[in-house]
């Protein structure tokens, strides 16, 4: 059905690669888009466009080009607005650009389910300082300030009590991460964070899967699986998702989320038209059987894809997502055979850095170094088998 089909896929990096070696290996010619000439996904793809996966119109023009039958992304949310640009030129199947840049800059999602009656945290957002100085005081803290059209914890700032010159400093990282230097303000929710994928097909969820979510202050350590909120929490997830959907219009194709989940109400603090990242796609389909990035790449060029669960279930199964304490130059890592030696509930390690290469402080996901994913016998043993791999795989990091 999609063989020989040309599926162009925004970006090539550590979070992209296994997704370009599916299509591959589903038969589609695969076109990899990017401005980085030396990331891994490269060199699993047909050909390869050095290009910003934000810059619309140079990805249109290719595609025009290059004749494509879908496009998609992986872990990106930058490229989630290309994305849509491209498909709703082309008449290619996704969704639109309004959708798209609804859901990924943050103030605008925020503003959408203000208006729509959805339940969102109180929030504000502004270019200057001075512009949401006075808003600030209406607001409750804790609050948390991040850069609206960022991703992956960049710029993220916790604010216990408002202080100004704290607010003022907080403002000025997160804007320093904003492509557009717009920063939104939220109050925290509180409640359980889970997060996930989602795959939508008319309207209706027809597949997901709700992770546990592990957090070292804003920076993810990693996700399990399955969640262990109540089934009527999980009910109530999946129905705050179809009606922002549909209020949205987004009617089919893949979903990343996160979710904070509290007696009273659901929040959906993230919603994108992609997978996820932090191994996700992984655990999912090492517990489910459902192969969520094969099943966006289905839907990118229009066909239905295959979301039957399997009758063999892993118990539970999370993925460990780690990075350097300090910036310096990785001198040694854990070969991944011998991890997986050393700790058996191992089944698959991804490595993002090499021998010599630079690292920087593992204070967001852009920093990670490398995913773990391991199978375990419940959510309770998973602490102890990450603190088993994190000790395992013995970084040795000079300082620069």
Request: net charge neutral.
């Amino acid at each position: 059905m999609i063989k020989n089909k040309r599926l162009m896929i925004l970006g090539a990096g550590p979070f992209q690669a296994p997704a370009i070696r599916k299509a591959v290996e589903l038969g589609c010619y695969v076109i990899t888009v990017d401005y980085i000439p030396h990331n891994i996904g490269h060199q699993f793809g047909h050909k390869y466009i050095n290009c910003s996966t934000t810059d619309k119109e140079s990805v249109l023009r290719a595609a025009i080009e290059l004749k494509i039958d879908g496009i998609c992304t992986f872990s990106s949310d930058v490229a989630v607005p290309t994305m849509a640009y491209v498909s709703d030129q082309l008449g290619l199947p996704g969704t639109t650009l309004a959708i798209a840049e609804t859901m990924a800059t943050k103030h605008l999602f925020r503003k959408f389910l203000k208006d729509a009656g959805i339940s969102q945290p109180a929030f504000i957002s502004g270019e200057i300082f001075s512009s949401i100085e006075e808003g600030i005081h209406h607001l409750s803290p804790p609050l948390i300030f991040k850069p609206v059209d960022a991703s992956g914890s960049r710029g993220l700032t916790y604010i216990n009590q408002i202080d100004l010159q704290s607010c003022e400093k907080a403002f000025q990282k997160a804007r320093d991460f904003s492509r557009s230097s717009t920063v939104c303000v939220e109050e925290i929710v509180p409640g359980i964070e889970v997060g996930g994928d989602a795959i939508l097909i008319d309207g209706r969820v027809a597949f997901i899967a709700i992770t546990h979510k592990y957090l070292n202050g804003f920076v993810v350590t990693g996700h399990s699986l399955p969640t262990d909120i109540p089934t009527e929490a999980q009910e109530r997830v999946i129905d705050h998702i179809e009606t922002i959907c549909k209020a949205l219009k987004y009617n089919t194709g893949p979903l990343n989320f996160d979710a904070i989940v509290n007696k009273n109400t659901i929040v959906i603090l993230e919603i994108s038209a992609r997978n996820g990242g932090n191994g996700i796609p992984s655990i999912i389909k090492q517990r489910t059987g459902v192969d969520v990035e094969k099943a966006a790449i289905f839907l990118a060029l229009g066909e239905n894809p295959c979301l039957n669960k399997s009758s063999k279930k892993q118990s539970c199964v999370g993925s460990f997502v780690f990075g350097s304490s300090k910036k310096g130059i990785l001198k040694f890592i854990t070969p991944p055979e011998i991890l997986k030696q050393d700790i058996t509930e191992i089944y698959d390690v991804f490595y993002a850095k090499k021998i010599g290469d630079h690292l920087e402080p593992f204070n967001h996901n852009g920093n990670f170094i490398g995913i773990v994913m391991f199978k375990t016998y419940d959510t309770k043993d998973y602490g102890r088998l990450s603190l088993n791999i994190k000790s395992a795989l013995n970084l040795f990091i000079e300082p620069n």
